[in-house]
């Protein structure tokens, strides 16, 4: 089963750009343009990664990030314009894995979500815990 990325964007074109290059990258991708959908979807549909813009129209990317805290541990990354010292902090601490600064490279985008589960501490036990990255090698399926 290959690993979903759920894109919160509320830019379209910017999302489906995002998408393309995940898709083509082996990912299976969740999107919406809402940051309150966006947390009712990573409750539902349990993703392996969240790429979270931080502009968003209804509810602030940092209150996503914050509600998505409460409920998983769901690795996340961030988008922002805001390209300041002070907010990329400020990102991190509200619990984020990574961020990228806009304008950015979607190529660039694919090898950051590729890298963060890398950054993570292996599962016990050598089992895959949740499939990640799509073809991962090394881990024995199924033991615990
Ligand atoms: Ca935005």
Do not use: H
Request: aromatic share 4%; charged share 25%.
């Amino acid at each position: 089963m290959a690993a979903t990325v759920l894109v919160v964007e509320d830019e379209r074109k910017l999302r489906d750009l995002v998408r393309s290059y995940l898709e083509r990258a082996g990912f299976t991708v969740l999107s919406t343009e809402s940051g309150a959908e966006a947390i009712t979807m990573a409750m539902t549909s349990a993703p392996d990664l969240v790429i979270l813009d931080l502009g968003l129209p209804d509810v602030p990317g940092e209150t996503v990030a914050r509600e998505l805290r409460v409920t998983s541990s769901t690795p996340i990354l961030m988008l922002t314009a805001k390209s300041a010292e002070e907010d990329r902090i400020r990102g991190l601490e509200l619990g984020a894995d990574d961020y990228v600064t806009k304008p950015f490279s979607p190529r660039e985008l694919v090898l950051r979500v590729q890298a963060i589960p890398r950054s993570r501490s292996p599962p016990p036990n050598g089992a895959c815990s949740p499939p990640w990255p799509p073809s991962r090698a090394g881990c024995t399926p199924g033991s615990s």
